[in-house]
């Protein structure tokens, strides 16, 4: 799949102002089920935000009550300031590409992307001026003529994408556009997405269960769970700071260890099954110690060595036995098994960059686990 072109000149005309997007205070439900739970949001002018989350979160949902596709039941939503709760979805000035892409098999691609056009009744010369743009901005130029059926699906997605800016949006809705995709190619077009709303200046949602897709093009991510939103930051920030148990979890990988926090004169500890860990400072939400508290840190913020080897400056330590180990490719996982260990199971997972872990760690090996302090969390339901 090569790479989308230049901007031609004439995809000048499909470029818009960027505008901010608030949803305010919004609760929605289907019957007796409770989609969306007070969700408060706003969407900086030319941003590209996600809503991430399992199925069934409310994420898609959302999205489709920006396009006007949903209702709410309380709450608003404004597009450049301008409350368009009760308008119609043709009316909101937002292009929306759909997770099927929904093109029409019995039209050509040139057909389907003016379809928006003809159904504003534009003139002939300014549709065909503006499909001709979108053609070129897409990478499509020289494929108007076939059907859907007849292109690869990177080019029904490119198809779908032209369609919906064609007609000019101020917000570009995305509804997990790349997940009829196989991997490969979906790497490819999520640059080529990111490159278009940057080339076009186009506020973009993207909705998307998949971390990794959202943490490559997004500048921030709400994460959601059952119609409310965790917490919303850049992808780093979420991945490093988590808010809670289920934040943490469903970025990445993550060693969850029960136990109890300790305070004295001395400091702050959570004691666990394996051992005694001394908390940095900031370790505990604002000083305090949340319901269900858990101790949290990523598989790559410790390290394995020989017990008895000193401890460094900084870092504590677990006894554990080594159950297993992985090669993936860049990096060796290590499954440790520790007393008392993680929530469900007794397993910690470490991650070392592949070449860099001491000689003879085979499974039944017996080894300290050396954490990180400044990366530890404690962190709560």
């Known amino acids: 799949m090569t790479a989308l072109p230049a901007a031609p000149t004439s995809a000048s005309s499909l470029s818009a102002p960027s505008v901010d997007i608030a ?3 919004v609760d929605l439900w289907y019957g007796s089920n409770h989609v969306l739970r007070d969700v408060d949001l706003r969407i900086e002018p030319g941003e590209f935000f996600a809503f991430l989350g399992p199925s069934g979160c409310g994420k898609t949902t959302l999205l489709r009550l920006i396009a006007g596709f949903n209702q709410a039941d309380r709450g608003r939503v404004l597009i450049a300031g301008r409350d368009v709760s009760g308008l119609p979805p043709w009316k909101r000035d937002v292009g929306m590409v759909f997770q099927s892409y929904a093109l029409w098999p019995h039209m050509t691609v040139e057909q389907n992307i003016a379809f928006g056009l003809e159904e504003r009744r534009l003139p002939r010369q300014e549709i065909r001026k503006r499909v001709a743009a979108a053609l070129d901005l897409v990478g499509l130029g020289g494929l108007e003529k076939r ?9 029904q997605q ?3 994408l032209a369609r919906t800016i064609v007609v000019e949006p101020k917000v570009l809705l995305l509804d997990e556009p790349l997940s009829n995709l196989d991997a490969k190619l979906r790497g490819e077009v999520r640059r080529e997405l ?3 709303q940057q080339r076009l200046g186009l506020t973009a949602i993207f909705v998307t269960h998949d971390q990794e897709e959202a943490n490559t093009i997004c500048d921030r991510i709400a994460v959601m769970k059952d119609g409310t939103v965790q917490q919303v930051g850049a992808p780093t920030a979420l991945y490093d700071a988590p808010r809670n148990l289920f934040v943490a979890g469903f970025l990445g990988t993550t060693n969850i260890l029960q136990g109890r926090v300790l305070r004295d004169c001395g400091g702050v500890a959570f004691e666990t099954a394996a051992g005694t860990i001394p ?5 505990l939400p604002g000083g305090d110690v949340p319901p269900g508290a858990k101790l949290v840190f990523r598989p790559h913020h410790a390290i394995l060595s020989r017990p008895g080897v000193p401890l460094a400056e900084g870092r504590a330590r677990l006894p554990g036995t080594i159950r297993f180990k992985e090669f993936l490719g860049a990096t060796e996982r290590y499954g440790i098994a520790v007393a008392g260990g993680v929530e469900g199971s007794t397993e910690v997972s470490v991650d070392l960059t592949h070449g860099t872990a001491p000689a003879g760690l085979e499974p039944g090996t017996a080894v300290a686990i050396d954490i990180t302090l400044d990366r530890l969390h404690v962190l709560g339901e």
């Open 147 to 155: 059907r859907p059926a007849q292109l690869s699906g990177g080019q």
């Open 23 to 25: 949803i305010e205070h």
């Open 158 to 160: 490119r198809v779908a």
């Open 279 to 283: 908390l940095p400072a900031g370790a």
């Open 194 to 196: 990111r490159e278009l």
